[in-house]
């Protein structure tokens, strides 16, 4: 029996971000790409197929999740029957396939075992645990076992559809990203964005170091990230320092991305929102962009004006991070001239 190829694939993105992942997966892989589709919501889908190297898939710096899927189900019933036939058809598993693509993600891949998600929505007249029940069912059925370091398996089960997918990439949340900043790919959806290359500086203010560098990898600018913790491995883009005080010197980037929580824009925590856009502002030049991102449009605008920094509105974008709704403006740094 010929082995069955996986060419269908998903990548995952925050919400808001489909625009320019598609546009990097466009530009990386061209005319490769077919059937392409795409789910705006709190995350962003994009669905197609592509039968290169999953290794390619794997450079998207944009790409916060990248899936194999497996298996496709239609008609699933909201009853008993509709899970009987997920079940029936996860007997059944391409796990040749599976083993030499996850291979790719992870040489390390114990291709005997499994973790497992399940996400249900749907009037469905069975649970999310009897879902989950009867894929670990037919798992075992394929010979599979739960193992930490098996297959990274995830079924999906939205009303009548129901898909099997092998996560290839799966970038956990660390922390608040008021006080962790924002992941590697948001950031890189943001210097694509900004259209930012060789040419320009960027500065992450409290943010991760793995946002930093792939930042580096997508402008090849010089790239730098603040942070009050020192990293795990000693790396160049990381400058430890204090919140309130930022060791860069007054006007030397041209772009700067910052996150304003919610504390700050209470003007309750240790720093304001006033004083952390303030540090922003210092450190790019004239006619450089920032990009802030805050959770309330509306009192992050009216405050704007009252704080009398030289920047104006650009835009603003509604992104979700981590399915939280935020607004990321984009301020133009004005001179000094243009305050009133």
Known sequence: MAEEKLYRYELSCDGGLEDILIDELRQCLGKRVS????ERGEVGRVFF?????PRHLLALECAGGVSSI????HDITVGDPGLEKIRHRLAKLPLTSMGRMARIAAEEIDVEGYRL???????HRFSVTDTEAAVRKALAESGLSPSKNGFDLELRLQKRRAQLKLSLRHRGHSGPVESEGLGS???AAIIRMLDLDESDDAVLIQGRSDAALAAKRVCQGRVVCTSMR??????????VSHPDHLPLGA????TAIVVIGDQEMAQTGVQTGVSRLTQAVNCVAEDGVIAALVPRAEGFAARLPEWGLPVEVMGAIPVFVRRRRWVLFLLHRLALVHLG
């Open 70 to 73: 497996v298996l496709e189900m």
């Open 230 to 239: 020192r990293p795990v491995w000693p790396t160049q883009y990381v400058i």
């Open 185 to 187: 790919a948001s950031i």
């Open 49 to 53: 197929d592509y039968e290169g190297s």
């Open 35 to 38: 059937g392409l589709r795409e």
């Open 117 to 123: 998600r399940v996400r249900q929505r749907g009037a």
């Open 251 to 254: 006007g030397t980037m041209t």
